[in-house]
């Protein structure tokens, strides 16, 4: 495979094409753990209408468009991305959170 090249360092389509694929590979790599965390917070919350937690949304949108200031690239584009991230986080989770109330009432009481 050729070597990625950073985006300034890129003179051709297929450098710049090379280089987006592997960033998508690891944004993915990265959204898997980020799902992750989301089985976790689904196995540790006693309650299922604690999964929609409003405020914590908030702060992590938040969150996100401080880094995208911070890093010179579209703020409300970032938003809009982890508006949408955000939502299928919850609804992830709440799948997970019935998959395990599921699993934990079809299992024999010790």
Known sequence: MADILPPADCTSMAQV???VDALDAQ????????FGYM????RIKPERGQVRD??????VIANAQAH??????????????WERLVEASIAYE??????NLSASAASPAR
């Open 27 to 34: 944004l993915v790599a990265l959204l898997a753990t980020r």
């Open 68 to 81: 995208a200031r911070a890093a010179g690239v579209p703020e409300a584009v970032v938003g809009d991305l």
């Open 17 to 19: 094409r090379a280089g």
């Open 94 to 99: 709440l799948e997970a959170f019935d998959a």
């Open 54 to 59: 409003e405020a914590r949304k908030a702060q």
């Open 39 to 42: 089985d976790a917070a689904a």
